[in-house]
């Protein structure tokens, strides 16, 4: 087994044009790959953590994430405008994306080209896609504020509105599935309780829980912790902030001076720090429980926008 810095991945992108992997303990950069052509909108790590797909503008494309290879092993083009939300089935079978071609995609992985199984149209924009962890639903976001629900296996689908003339920026589940959040464009964080849906291919119910006046200024992603016991919201407010899901309490708020907007977070396997990446050019490790910046890891030449982070690969 090697050096446990080494198992850990953590990569930034943004506006610059390029994807950084860092040295988590360290904060040093190891390796910067330039992706042509567009900023990078969203970065997910594959289920067995050997890819890192970068979605972008008209384009998905797969790093390796274990060589020192910087040009992409899966190169897709020709999606209309920004793919602006790309996520993986648990057993690395199918990838989801979401874009503002007003659609979210459902893709086959296991033949050697990408192939569009599924498309869902819906009226506006997409900004974030997230996949229930039943593995078969998959909750959609876009601008006009609507909350799509659409079922892979039937394609049924159903939709809520939270709130009118507002856009839903990031929409996240627990790993137990018993809360579901989103953020929107005003700052607002909506949370609902999740119960299986009754009867055969019923789609998962949600029960309106919380509306949490998260942010002041743009909200822009929400993350639950892997304990399933904190909420994170990240917003244009330059600040992070944790709640208690167990009644959505303000924990935490993760501040400094010179933090921008803050676009993109994740937290650690053990819940107990996260990440953020922000317009400032910098990502930073917070503690949550001193609320304090454990390490920053600089840079990138313009604002960052989002980062993949996995901290619990088994050898």
């Known amino acids: 087994m090697g050096n446990p810095s080494d198992q850990i991945i953590l990569a930034t992108a943004g506006y610059d044009q390029t994807i950084r992997f860092w040295h988590a303990h360290t904060g040093i950069c190891h390796r910067t790959v330039q992706h042509q052509e567009s900023q990078v909108n969203h970065l997910e790590i594959t289920p067995d953590r050997s890819l890192l797909a970068a979605a972008g503008y008209q384009h998905i494309r797969m790093y390796d994430i274990n060589s020192g290879d910087t040009t992409p092993i899966i190169n897709y083009e020709g999606i209309p405008k920004n793919v602006t939300s790309v996520g993986f089935q648990e057993e690395g079978k ?50 006009s504020g609507t909350v799509h629900i659409w079922d892979l296996r039937s394609c049924h689908n159903e939709q809520l509105v939270p709130e009118q003339n507002s856009s839903i920026q990031s929409i996240a589940i627990d790993p137990e599935a018993t ?98 990446a922000s317009s400032d050019r910098t990502a930073r490790l917070w503690s949550i429980a001193e609320g304090e910046v454990k390490r920053e890891f600089n840079g990138h030449q313009k604002a960052i926008t989002s980062l993949a982070f996995c901290d619990n690969i088994t050898t």
């Open 94 to 143: 199918w990838m989801f994306t979401g874009g503002e071609d007003c659609t979210a995609r459902i893709w086959d992985l296991r033949a050697h080209n990408l192939h569009c199984q599924k498309i869902f149209q819906v009226n506006a924009p997409v900004n974030c896609a997230c996949l229930h962890p039943n593995q078969g639903e998959l909750i959609v976001g876009d601008q």
């Open 179 to 276: 809360h579901m959040a989103a953020v929107n464009n005003k700052g607002n964080c909506y949370v609902w309780r999740i119960t299986q849906g009754q009867g055969d291919g019923a789609l998962s119910q949600l029960h309106p829980k919380t509306k949490i006046p998260a942010h002041k200024k743009y909200g822009l992603k929400c993350k639950f912790s892997p304990d399933c016991t904190l909420l994170a919201t990240t917003s244009g407010d330059k600040s992070v902030r944790i709640w208690r899901t167990a009644d959505f309490s303000l924990m935490q708020t993760l501040s400094v001076d010179m933090q921008q907007w803050v676009w993109d977070c994740a937290f650690s396997s053990d819940s107990q720090y996260v990440v953020t």
